[in-house]
């Protein structure tokens, strides 16, 4: 079992940066690999980044690639969402997800946090 926290949403101005934070519990976080969901209002609940257990191979929706990066701190039990140039279009609720795999993580994780609102504003 996997418990998240997310941490770190809020409002920012267009062109404004945030940095997520989600905190696992448990000894074994080093073996997860970890992704970022975010859900718009009106819209489905998309995927945005992943990172695979030990951070050697990281995933981009798109949308955010070349603007958005994840890491991964195992020693802190700690997954991070740096988010630069923001836009309107970011505004969402974002979610921490957690899986074994790092394919499953992009498509059906096991473990997710409640989430944490960010909004842009233009």
């Known amino acids: 079992q996997v418990q998240l926290v997310e941490s770190g949403g809020g409002l920012v101005q267009a062109g404004g940066s945030l940095r997520l934070s989600c905190a696992a519990s448990g000894r074994t976080f080093s073996s997860y690999a970890m992704g970022w969901f975010r859900q718009a209002p009106g819209k489905e609940r998309e995927f945005v980044a992943a990172i695979s257990t030990f951070g050697a191979n990281r995933y981009y929706a798109d949308s955010v690639k070349g603007r958005f990066t994840i890491s991964k701190d195992n020693a802190k039990n700690t997954v991070f969402l740096q988010m630069n140039s923001l836009k309107p279009e970011d505004t969402a609720i974002y979610y921490c997800?957690?899986?074994?795999?790092?394919?499953?993580?992009?498509?059906?994780?096991?473990?997710w946090g409640q989430g944490t609102q960010v909004t842009v504003s233009s």
């Open positions: 997800a957690a899986d074994g795999a790092a394919v499953t993580v992009r498509t059906n994780p096991s473990y």
